[in-house]
């Protein structure tokens, strides 16, 4: 079974039917049990890093997520859901740094580029040895983000770019993260969900 | 590795059905919005917006169910504009599987219901349409509501401005000269309002020769939005897009069938 915290963070339904695709059961969750224990945990999001990690705090999510990783128990970040992994996200220069969940180190900061969000379709660097990227290896994935890590973290990196480069997915064990959204993906996303999901 | 410009098909939906002429050959029912959305996935489409274009509240609840129906098989971002008055009514969409709205009137009206989506969902859910046309004003440009036939009383490029300060994370550019014209889009407009905007720009109105696609995106837009031509099957989606490739713009090709 596939858990998605649900920590009101946006469309969850398109989510939950990819996803479904895979032929898993698929929940969308608040359930702290539930999502400690499913085979797959989904932290997906959208929105500001801060609100974002204060709501994922509010339902134990950042606990939970550092809990699965130290069982080794796959789980998977989109986007917000990726960013949150790393110590600490810029996100207003103005307010400081706000703490993210942290098993990633670094710091996720404002992509250089003229024009924000980065939004659309961008061609995803891979190399050799991806789980999630066989088959759709330099595909195309629909982004919408400002923010990115900039630099490697985990045993696998995907890389784009956009004013500058940036991770696009990470592969870290049970650990896994895409900056883009692979439910908002088409096919190539609904591959990788694939992917991933047979990993499980 | 290039940032793709986008191709939106834009479907004005009405009591869950597409209206507009539409003239699609190969669906056995050419006015449920969630086949349109299908067929247009199938041949590459980047986006797709929903323009809910209904009289009353009681026809928007029928559009909440065509969003979730859309969100449920095509697995492409869906933008869903039309009668969007509060942070509420863009909650309802979101969670129908809506991953970004599009305001218009309501953010002339009252401008603060653009930070109040913005601090609540984000900037990359808040799309401005503006629906604009030449006009005696400071930048030529001005902005209308009720389908262009009445002036807001708006200098377009001081709207933009303002917008993109209040945190909009996209805006969809509408010629309302241009629009249904077929005669290509307001080039000088997009210009204009590429020169004061931050955010991505859809480029949308008056999209007829495959040309005028080029045309748009020289012009600086990120992305081209057009319905008729797509509808009457002026243009296919694929063609618009092979043709931009040959041409040597960075376009999504891999899902083109």
């Given amino acids: 079974m596939i858990a998605i915290l649900d920590y009101g963070s946006g469309n969850l339904r398109s989510a939950e039917r990819a996803f479904a695709t895979s032929g898993h059961e698929v929940i969308v969750t608040v359930d702290r049990k539930i999502a400690l224990e499913a085979t797959g945990l989904v932290i997906p999001?959208?929105?500001?890093?801060?609100?974002?990690?204060?709501?994922?705090?509010?339902?134990?999510?950042?606990?939970?997520?550092?809990?699965?990783?130290?069982?080794?128990?796959?789980?998977?970040?989109?986007?917000?859901?990726?960013?949150?992994?790393?110590?600490?996200?810029?996100?207003?220069?103005?307010?400081?740094?706000?703490?993210?969940?942290?098993?990633?180190?670094?710091?996720?900061?404002?992509?250089?580029?003229?024009?924000?969000?980065?939004?659309?379709?961008?061609?995803?660097?891979?190399?050799?040895?991806?789980?999630?990227?066989?088959g759709v290896e330099n595909e195309s994935f629909y982004f919408v983000h400002s923010y990115a890590a900039t630099a490697p973290v985990g045993q696998y990196q995907a890389w784009s770019e956009y004013g500058e480069p940036f991770l696009a997915a990470v592969e870290d064990g049970a650990l896994t993260a895409t900056q883009f959204h692979p439910e908002k993906s088409g096919n190539a996303g609904l591959k990788l969900i694939s992917n991933w999901s047979k990993s499980l | 590795m290039t940032l793709a410009s986008r191709v939106i098909a834009c479907l004005d939906v009405t009591d869950g059905r597409v209206v507009k002429g539409v003239n699609f050959t190969d669906l056995v029912d050419a006015g449920d919005p969630v086949e349109m959305a299908k067929v247009y996935n199938l041949e590459g489409v980047d986006e797709l917006t929903?323009?809910?274009i209904s009289a009353s509240n009681m026809n928007r609840a029928t559009t909440l169910d065509v969003?979730?129906?859309?969100?449920?098989?095509?697995?492409?971002?869906?933008?869903?504009?039309?009668?969007?008055?509060?942070?509420?009514?863009?909650?309802?969409?979101?969670?129908?599987?809506?991953?970004?709205?599009?305001?218009?009137?309501?953010a002339i009206v009252r401008p603060e219901l653009i930070s109040e989506i913005v601090d609540r969902f984000g900037s990359q859910v808040l799309v401005l349409s503006v629906d604009a046309r030449r006009a005696n004003t400071p930048s030529g440009f001005e902005v209308t509501t009720h389908g262009?036939?009445?002036?807001?009383?708006?200098?377009?490029?001081?709207?933009?401005?303002?917008?993109?300060?209040?945190?909009?994370?996209?805006?969809?550019?509408?010629?309302?000269?241009?629009?249904?014209?077929?005669?290509?889009?307001?080039?000088?407009?997009?210009?204009?309002?590429?020169?004061?905007?931050?955010?991505?720009?859809?480029?949308?109105?008056?999209?007829?020769?495959?040309?005028?696609?080029?045309?748009?995106?020289?012009?600086?837009?990120?992305?081209?939005?057009?319905?008729?031509?797509?509808?009457?099957?002026?243009?296919?989606?694929?063609?618009?897009?092979?043709?931009?490739?040959?041409?040597?713009?960075?376009?999504?090709?891999?899902?083109l069938t």
């Fill in chain 1, 45 to 134: 999001g959208v929105g500001a890093f801060a609100a974002c990690m204060s709501g994922l705090k509010s339902v134990g999510g950042d606990e939970i997520a550092r809990e699965r990783v130290a069982l080794g128990r796959p789980t998977l970040g989109i986007c917000i859901g990726m960013q949150i992994l790393f110590e600490s996200g810029l996100e207003h220069a103005e307010s400081g740094a706000h703490q993210g969940v942290g098993i990633w180190r670094g710091m996720v900061k404002k992509l250089d580029a003229p024009i924000l969000p980065h939004m659309g379709w961008n061609t995803v660097s891979t190399t050799p040895g991806s789980t999630i990227f066989a």
């Fill in chain 2, 148 to 255: 262009g036939r009445e002036s807001a009383g708006l200098d377009a490029l001081a709207w933009v401005e303002k917008a993109c300060a209040l945190g909009i994370g996209e805006i969809l550019l509408n010629s309302m000269d241009a629009d249904g014209t077929r005669a290509g889009y307001d080039i000088g407009m997009i210009k204009a309002v590429r020169q004061v905007a931050n955010v991505p720009l859809i480029a949308s109105g008056g999209a007829g020769t495959l040309s005028d696609f080029a045309a748009a995106l020289d012009a600086g837009a990120d992305a081209l939005l057009a319905a008729s031509v797509f509808h009457f099957g002026i243009h296919r989606i694929g063609d618009v897009k092979r043709y931009l490739s040959q041409q040597g713009y960075s376009v999504r090709t891999s899902a």
């Fill in chain 2, 67 to 106: 969003v979730a129906r859309t969100a449920e098989q095509v697995f492409i971002p869906l933008t869903v504009g039309g009668g969007i008055r509060s942070a509420a009514d863009v909650n309802n969409l979101l969670r129908a599987g809506a991953d970004k709205i599009s305001i218009n009137t309501a």
């Fill in chain 2, 50 to 52: 929903f323009l809910d």
